[in-house]
Nanobody, 125 residues
Framework: QVQLVESGGGLVQAGGSLRLSCTAS????????MGWFRQAPGKERAFVAA????????NYVDSVKGRFTISKDDAKNTVYLQMDNLKPEDTAVYYC??????????????????WGQGTQVTVSS
Protein backbone atom coordinates (compact mmCIF):
# COMPACT_ATOMS: atom_id res chain seq x y z
CA GLN A 1 0.00 0.00 0.00
CA VAL A 2 0.96 3.60 -0.57
CA GLN A 3 0.33 6.48 1.79
CA LEU A 4 0.55 10.07 0.58
CA VAL A 5 0.45 12.91 3.10
CA GLU A 6 0.21 16.54 1.98
CA SER A 7 1.14 19.59 4.02
CA GLY A 8 1.83 23.27 3.54
CA GLY A 9 -1.59 24.65 2.72
CA GLY A 10 -2.98 27.77 4.33
CA LEU A 11 -4.35 31.25 3.87
CA VAL A 12 -2.36 33.73 1.81
CA GLN A 13 -3.02 37.07 0.15
CA ALA A 14 -3.09 37.41 -3.61
CA GLY A 15 0.44 37.70 -4.96
CA GLY A 16 1.84 35.60 -2.14
CA SER A 17 3.49 32.19 -2.15
CA LEU A 18 3.04 28.77 -0.61
CA ARG A 19 4.96 25.51 -0.92
CA LEU A 20 3.02 22.28 -0.70
CA SER A 21 4.74 19.04 0.22
CA CYS A 22 3.64 15.46 -0.31
CA THR A 23 5.51 12.65 1.40
CA ALA A 24 5.06 9.09 0.22
CA SER A 25 5.53 5.85 2.07
CA UNK A 26 4.88 2.20 1.41
CA UNK A 27 6.19 1.87 -2.16
CA UNK A 28 9.38 2.72 -4.02
CA UNK A 29 8.84 6.40 -4.49
CA UNK A 30 11.26 7.33 -7.25
CA UNK A 31 9.77 4.93 -9.76
CA UNK A 32 6.43 6.60 -10.43
CA UNK A 33 4.83 9.68 -11.92
CA MET A 34 3.62 12.11 -9.29
CA GLY A 35 0.93 14.69 -9.84
CA TRP A 36 -0.87 17.54 -8.14
CA PHE A 37 -4.59 18.15 -8.61
CA ARG A 38 -6.97 20.65 -7.07
CA GLN A 39 -10.68 20.83 -6.40
CA ALA A 40 -12.55 24.06 -5.84
CA PRO A 41 -16.02 24.09 -4.23
CA GLY A 42 -18.65 22.91 -6.66
CA LYS A 43 -16.10 21.93 -9.29
CA GLU A 44 -14.50 18.72 -10.44
CA ARG A 45 -10.98 17.74 -9.48
CA ALA A 46 -8.59 19.33 -11.97
CA PHE A 47 -5.01 18.67 -13.02
CA VAL A 48 -2.35 21.14 -11.90
CA ALA A 49 1.08 19.59 -12.53
CA ALA A 50 2.96 16.32 -12.89
CA UNK A 51 6.57 15.20 -12.75
CA UNK A 52 8.27 12.16 -14.24
CA UNK A 53 9.87 9.50 -12.11
CA UNK A 54 13.32 10.83 -13.00
CA UNK A 55 12.25 14.39 -12.30
CA UNK A 56 13.46 15.48 -15.72
CA UNK A 57 10.05 16.08 -17.28
CA UNK A 58 7.19 18.19 -16.01
CA ASN A 59 3.74 19.16 -17.21
CA TYR A 60 1.50 22.01 -16.09
CA VAL A 61 -2.00 23.22 -16.75
CA ASP A 62 -1.81 26.48 -18.70
CA SER A 63 -3.30 28.58 -15.90
CA VAL A 64 -0.34 27.92 -13.57
CA LYS A 65 2.56 27.95 -16.04
CA GLY A 66 5.19 30.44 -14.95
CA ARG A 67 3.75 30.62 -11.42
CA PHE A 68 3.89 27.05 -10.06
CA THR A 69 6.86 24.68 -10.00
CA ILE A 70 6.72 20.96 -9.28
CA SER A 71 9.83 19.21 -8.01
CA LYS A 72 10.83 16.11 -6.08
CA ASP A 73 13.42 14.95 -3.58
CA ASP A 74 13.81 11.19 -3.88
CA ALA A 75 15.93 10.97 -0.74
CA LYS A 76 13.01 12.36 1.24
CA ASN A 77 10.29 10.57 -0.76
CA THR A 78 8.70 13.99 -1.18
CA VAL A 79 7.23 15.93 -4.07
CA TYR A 80 6.73 19.69 -3.84
CA LEU A 81 4.53 22.28 -5.47
CA GLN A 82 5.96 25.78 -5.18
CA MET A 83 3.16 28.25 -5.83
CA ASP A 84 4.07 31.88 -6.49
CA ASN A 85 2.00 34.91 -7.47
CA LEU A 86 -1.10 33.19 -6.14
CA LYS A 87 -4.50 34.36 -7.33
CA PRO A 88 -7.93 34.01 -5.69
CA GLU A 89 -8.89 31.52 -8.41
CA ASP A 90 -6.17 29.20 -7.11
CA THR A 91 -8.27 28.64 -3.98
CA ALA A 92 -8.98 24.91 -3.70
CA VAL A 93 -8.14 21.72 -1.89
CA TYR A 94 -4.88 20.45 -3.35
CA TYR A 95 -4.21 16.73 -3.67
CA CYS A 96 -1.08 14.85 -4.58
CA UNK A 97 -1.35 11.58 -6.45
CA UNK A 98 0.78 8.72 -7.70
CA UNK A 99 0.43 6.92 -11.03
CA UNK A 100 1.96 3.46 -10.77
CA UNK A 101 0.87 2.24 -14.20
CA UNK A 102 2.47 4.48 -16.82
CA UNK A 103 5.40 6.77 -17.54
CA UNK A 104 3.55 9.51 -19.40
CA UNK A 105 2.63 12.63 -17.46
CA UNK A 106 -1.11 12.18 -17.49
CA UNK A 107 -3.51 15.01 -16.67
CA UNK A 108 -6.37 12.59 -16.12
CA UNK A 109 -7.32 11.95 -12.51
CA UNK A 110 -8.51 8.42 -13.30
CA UNK A 111 -4.96 7.46 -14.26
CA UNK A 112 -3.69 8.05 -10.73
CA UNK A 113 -4.29 5.22 -8.30
CA UNK A 114 -3.10 6.64 -4.98
CA TRP A 115 -4.19 9.94 -3.45
CA GLY A 116 -3.44 12.03 -0.41
CA GLN A 117 -6.07 13.46 1.88
CA GLY A 118 -5.73 16.99 0.51
CA THR A 119 -4.62 20.33 1.90
CA GLN A 120 -6.62 23.56 1.73
CA VAL A 121 -5.19 26.58 -0.06
CA THR A 122 -7.11 29.82 0.29
CA VAL A 123 -6.04 32.98 -1.54
CA SER A 124 -7.67 36.22 -0.45
CA SER A 125 -8.03 39.20 -2.76
Amino acid sequence: QVQLVESGGGLVQAGGSLRLSCTASGRTFPGYVMGWFRQAPGKERAFVAAISWRGSNTNYVDSVKGRFTISKDDAKNTVYLQMDNLKPEDTAVYYCAMDTNRFILSARAEHYDYWGQGTQVTVSS
